[in-house]
């Protein structure tokens, strides 16, 4: 009996101060923020970003989220909505979590070695002194591996973001303002800012961002030719090829999109957004067996993202597994209704069954949902076609 309600007194306080260590990372980024800061500050707990299904609580700018399952609750988010920092701000920002940590630790260090302390502080000092030290190790060392965030976006932990400031403190006005203009979808600006700016400064870091901004213009062609000026320059990452074969997808040339997806995915194998893309090539290709594995992994990665569930779907209907494929494009919308793909694929279905008026409802939606959906016009006028056919 005694070891049972030691063990179930342990596992409290494992979770319980696993919370609060989890809390109280994310109040150093909070505290931080809201000093440096104008604007609103806001705390996930047990999420990447969603403010669903959950708790909520406003302190002045300060917003907190809380997941309603409290064993979602070992991992956070800290986030400012304020777009115009200096390298110091983003950085102090960064850097206060990992020393919110730090300060909890060296707490419980001192709580642990005072005579005075009572035995259950002492216990409970314990217990935080390892998840607060846990959680400064796990964030302040750079990882290469992305967070995926609640919108689809990605981030990384507190040691790699502070990583990549450090690498680009030299140009972190002009990331910052492409980005801005990135983000808001004020791509004509983006651009022209971005070819101002790199026609003074080579800097790799402003060349990706370029990059994207093309893509996301759909200048495919250029850039194309930018991911191999910079190839001339720098050894391209992960990355960078995962741009250069989506560019080249979109531009028809898919067996050399695949040959770039692979050599993004050998630098990286865990890349998710290669994985889902070099799927989606195969589709297009009809060999729907292998984007089914892609696919697969890529769920496996991130289980809540949506365009892999969407494309997936298609691959199954495909090859005649209709329920799992339908099955999978209603997750997807069940993940983001608002997921533009899913409603294509759907239409593709009903397309394929001969029901081309219905197929065309789920087109219209997809547009409706982003007119720049890949193949959607081409698919939208042969629906109609069919439809003045019949």
């Avoid at 609750?73 to 304020?82: A, E, I, T």
């Avoid at 961002?209 to 030719?225: F, P, Q, S, V």
């Avoid at 695949?258 to 194998?269: D, G, I, T, V």
């Avoid at 892999?308 to 999978?328: F, H, P």
Wanted: proline share 2%.
């Amino acid at each position: 009996m005694e070891f049972f309600i030691i063990i179930t007194t342990g596992i409290f306080l494992f979770a319980v101060t696993r919370v609060f260590t989890v809390f109280m990372h994310e109040m150093g980024h909070a505290v931080a923020g809201l000093i440096l800061f104008k604007g609103q500050i806001s705390i996930y707990v047990g999420s990447y970003g969603d403010p669903k299904k959950g708790v909520h609580f406003r302190i002045g700018r300060l917003k907190v989220h809380f997941k309603y399952n409290p064993l979602m609750w070992n991992h956070g988010l800290c986030v400012s909505d304020c777009s115009h920092r200096s390298f110091i701000q983003g950085y102090l920002f960064t850097l206060a979590g990992p020393v919110a940590s730090l300060m909890i630790a060296v707490t419980c260090v001192f709580l642990l070695i005072n005579h005075e302390s009572h035995g259950i502080l002492k216990m409970i000092s314990a217990f935080l002194l390892l998840s607060s030290i846990s959680d400064f190790f796990r964030n302040i060392s750079a990882n290469k591996n992305p967070i995926f965030l609640h919108d689809g976006t990605l981030t990384y932990n507190d040691g790699q973001n502070l990583k990549m400031l450090r690498e680009y403190r030299h140009v972190y006005t002009e990331i910052t303002l492409l980005n801005q203009h990135y983000t808001n979808n004020e791509i004509e600006k983006g651009i022209t800012l971005f070819e101002k700016i790199y026609s003074m400064n080579q800097d790799p870091n402003i060349l990706r961002m370029g990059i994207a901004l093309n893509i996301k213009d759909e200048n495919y062609i250029r850039a194309i030719a930018l991911v191999e000026e910079f190839g001339h320059e720098s050894e391209l990452n992960s990355d960078d090829y995962c741009n250069y074969a989506f560019a080249h997808s979109h531009c028809g040339e898919h067996i050399k999109a695949l040959e770039f997806y692979n050599k993004s995915l050998e630098l990286n194998p865990s890349a998710f957004y290669a994985l889902n893309n070099r799927g989606y090539t195969l589709n297009v290709l009809e060999r729907y067996e292998e984007a089914i594995t892609d696919f697969n992994k890529a769920v496996e990665l991130n289980p809540n993202f949506a365009y892999a569930y969407s494309n997936r779907g298609l691959s199954q209907i495909k090859l005649g597994d209709v329920k799992e494929g339908l099955s999978d494009i209603e997750k997807s919308l069940d993940l983001d209704n608002q997921n533009s793909y899913a409603y294509k694929n759907l239409g593709i279905y009903h397309k394929d069954k001969g029901d081309v008026s219905e197929a065309k409802k789920f087109f219209q939606q997809a547009k409706a949902c982003d007119p720049k959906t890949e193949g959607l016009n081409r698919l939208i006028s042969e629906t109609e076609i069919e439809m003045k056919n019949t």
